[in-house]
C-alpha cells in the first residue's frame, strides 16, 4: 500500500523556467510533509516541509503548496538552476512517527 | 562539524550470509534511524532507536535488527540474507522524537546479495 505516491518519474525543465514536482497522499493523518533532495551517492538532504495546518511555505526559490482536501502537495523551484537537476522525494509524517517516502521523480534542468 | 557516517560504503555479500552496517550519528543526535532504498523505490523505513531500545520499527522480517551503542552510534544486521535484500541502506540521525524535520542522512552503504 503506496500511501505516498509521486506518479512522475521524471521531469525535464528549461534553466530559468519553473519546475513543478507533484505528491499525492492517502492517510488524512499525515500532519507533516518534507521534500528531501538527493544527489547520486549522497544521502537524502532536507529541502522543505509544511504542516498541515498550512497551506503554502516559502523558502527562497523553493515553494511548497499543501492541498489537504485533494491529498495533494507540490513542490514548486523558480527559477530552475542546473544545480537542481537531483531526485526529488516527497515524504511524510504524523508527527513523531517514521517518515513515509514516495518513489521519488527525478529531475533535469537543462541549459 | 561531521554529518552521518556510515560503514561501509560498498559491500557485496552471498546469499544467506550475515551482514552489519554501521552507523555514527551527527554530533549532538542521539537517536538513529535506519531506512531500506530498493532500486527506483524511495526510503522504506526499517527501524528507529532512541536511547540504545528499539522505539518504532516498519514492516521488516526479524531477519533484521539493530542496536544503538552508549555514544548514540548504531549498527543494523541482516540475517540469511536474500537477493531481495539488495539495496541502499540509509542511515539518518536527529534529535529527541524525530519528527523528520530534524533528519540528517548519511550517504548509505550499497549492498549487494550475489
Known amino acids: 500500500d503506496q500511501q505516498v505516491k509521486q506518479n512522475s518519474p521524471s521531469l525535464s525543465v528549461q534553466e530559468g523556467r519553473i519546475s513543478i514536482l507533484n505528491c499525492d497522499y492517502t492517510?488524512?493523518?499525515?500532519?507533516?510533509f518534507l521534500w528531501y533532495k538527493k544527489y547520486p551517492a549522497e544521502g537524502p538532504t532536507f529541502l522543505i516541509s509544511?504542516?498541515?495546518?498550512?497551506d503554502k511555505n516559502e523558502d527562497g526559490r523553493f515553494t511548497v503548496f499543501l492541498n489537504k482536501s485533494a491529498k495533494h502537495l507540490s513542490l514548486h523551484i523558480v527559477p530552475s538552476q542546473p544545480g537542481d537537476s537531483a531526485v526529488y522525494f516527497c515524504?511524510?509524517?504524523?508527527?513523531?512517527?517514521?517518515?513515509?517516502f514516495g518513489t521519488g521523480t527525478r529531475l533535469q534542468v537543462f541549459p | 562539524d561531521a554529518g552521518v557516517t556510515q560503514s561501509p560504503t560498498h559491500l557485496i555479500k552471498t546469499r544467506g550470509q550475515q551482514v552489519t552496517l554501521r552507523c555514527s550519528p551527527k554530533?549532538?543526535?542521539?537517536?538513529v534511524s535506519w531506512y531500506q532504498q530498493a532500486l527506483g523505490q524511495g526510503p522504506q523505513f526499517i527501524f528507529q532507536?532512541?536511547?540504545?531500545?528499539e522505539r518504532q520499527r516498519g514492516n521488516f522480517p526479524d531477519r533484521f535488527s539493530g542496536h544503538q551503542f552508549p555514544n548514540y552510534s548504531s549498527e543494523l544486521n541482516v540475517n540469511a540474507l536474500l537477493l531481495g535484500d539488495s539495496a541502499l541502506y540509509l542511515c539518518?540521525?536527529?534529535w529527541g522524537q524525530g519528527d523528520g524535520y530534524g533528519y540528517t542522512f548519511g550517504s548509505g552503504t550499497r549492498l549487494t546479495v550475489v
Open positions: 539518518a540521525s536527529s
Open positions: 492517510n488524512s493523518m499525515f500532519d507533516y
Open positions: 509544511i504542516s498541515s495546518i498550512k
Open positions: 515524504a511524510a509524517s504524523t508527527g513523531t512517527d517514521k517518515l513515509i
Open positions: 554530533s549532538g543526535h542521539d537517536t
Open positions: 532507536y532512541y536511547e540504545e531500545e
